[in-house]
């Protein structure tokens, strides 16, 4: 498993470098992509091999029985994260994005409104706005260079029109992992204010050697009838474009309600999805536990460098890729640090776009060979040379 190798992923309909250019103005022969969360990397040889096979075997119809899948994802759901998951609590969806949507659907009506634990993933915004579902923005509070959720104050600012809880688990921006007496304080907290729990694990395989995601499900077993747990392979295993994400739902009254906005929104698996979840499952431990200690190693050189420069500090972390940079220390506003990063052909994700608290942040990508980051670290750091 060798992460070295910088490949040019331009002109492959890799999001992350075909539409850099629309989304900031920069081109992937200038500048290093650091935004869309996928990694830089090659998806592990049993995945490869899986798609390989299923290419020679020439079928590419439609996916039917998915019970090697079930039993994969059980089996991992066990070994890796020590919850003991039924088969009959699963159910596929295009993605986690549309997972949520079937949340937003299942448990909530245009009007209602969520609770989002702001900076958090941008997509929740425009998913739920595009539902006409109000949001409320919890701001996470920063103690100790770590994210806090304020409950007390969550509660003084219930309307009474929400329905959903949405936790990032782990949070994305910045890879807070989440502790046990933090999430059954939440899980109490919507059983006392009648709240459904939704849990997006999607970043659960990337914590780094030594650190460890704990299920929202094993920290909070009497969530039961309130919790959906959505995740998938994609993060950890780098395999997003197979567009596979999967709910996780004990409570068999839950799942009807969430069963009819699945025969709403929901349609027949991804072929390749599937079996590249399945793969990863089955065979990928060892590329697993390989590329969350190589990404270990580039956040400690990603710290080490970046937050060593005058007024910018980056948030630590132990799991995730997506690192949080707070550039408010600079006196600088957003627009100008945004500039200047830019101007240094850094293609990051602006932190304003993931909601309250956000604003003088932006969020940095290192999932790539290190001789690439090692550049990008250089040109972050020759964009604020004036500083030093
Ligand atoms: C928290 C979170 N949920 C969901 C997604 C995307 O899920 P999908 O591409 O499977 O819809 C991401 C992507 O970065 C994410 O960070």
Not at 179 to 202: G, P, Q, V
Not at 207 to 233: K, S
Not at 239 to 258: K, M, P, S
């Amino acid at each position: 498993m060798d992460f070295e190798p910088i490949k040019d992923r331009s002109g492959r309909h890799a999001t992350k470098w075909d539409s850099m250019q629309a989304f900031c103005g920069l081109t992937p022969d200038s500048a290093i992509a650091m935004w869309v969360a996928d990694m830089d990397f090659d998806a592990a040889p049993c995945i490869k091999a899986a798609l390989q096979g299923e290419i020679d075997n020439g079928f590419l119809g439609y996916f039917g029985n998915p019970g090697p899948v079930n039993d994969a994802i059980c089996t991992w759901m066990a070994e890796r994260h020590g919850w003991q998951v039924q088969p009959e609590w699963l159910r596929y969806s295009h993605g986690v994005v549309s997972g949520f949507a079937m949340v937003l659907e299942a448990f909530s009506d245009p009007g209602d409104a969520i609770i989002l634990f702001t900076p958090v993933y941008h997509a929740f915004f425009t998913k739920a706005r595009a539902m006409d579902r109000e949001i409320l923005q919890s701001r996470l509070e920063l103690r100790d260079g770590q994210y806090h959720m304020d409950l007390d104050a969550l509660a003084g600012r219930l309307t009474g029109r929400e329905r959903i809880v949405t936790l990032c688990s782990p949070h994305n921006p910045g890879g807070r992992l989440w502790t046990a007496d933090e999430l059954r304080e939440l899980a109490e907290f919507c059983d006392t204010h009648d709240l459904i729990l939704c849990s997006d694990e999607i970043h659960m395989d990337l914590a780094f050697p030594g650190a460890r995601h704990i299920p929202t499900a094993t920290a909070a077993p009497g969530a039961t009838p309130r919790l959906v747990t959505i995740t998938a392979a994609s993060k950890g295993f780098n395999i997003a474009g197979g567009e596979t994400g999967f709910a996780i739902i004990e409570d068999t009254d839950l799942r009807a309600r969430f069963d009819a906005a699945h025969k709403k929104m929901g349609g027949t698996p991804n072929r390749f999805g599937m079996l590249m979840t399945k793969a990863a499952f089955t065979e990928g431990a060892d590329w697993s536990e390989a590329v969350r200690a190589y990404l270990a190693g580039n956040f400690a050189l990603w710290r080490d460098r970046i937050g060593a420069l005058p007024g910018v500090a980056v948030m630590d972390m132990a799991c995730t890729y997506l690192t949080w940079v707070d550039f408010s220390g600079t006196g600088m506003p957003p627009e100008e640090t945004t500039a200047r990063l830019h101007g240094a052909g850094i293609a990051m994700s602006p932190g304003a776009q993931f909601g309250d608290g956000g604003e003088n942040w932006h969020r940095f990508n290192i999932a790539m060979p290190r001789p690439l980051l090692e550049q990008a670290v250089a040109r972050v750091e020759s964009a604020f040379s004036d500083l030093q």
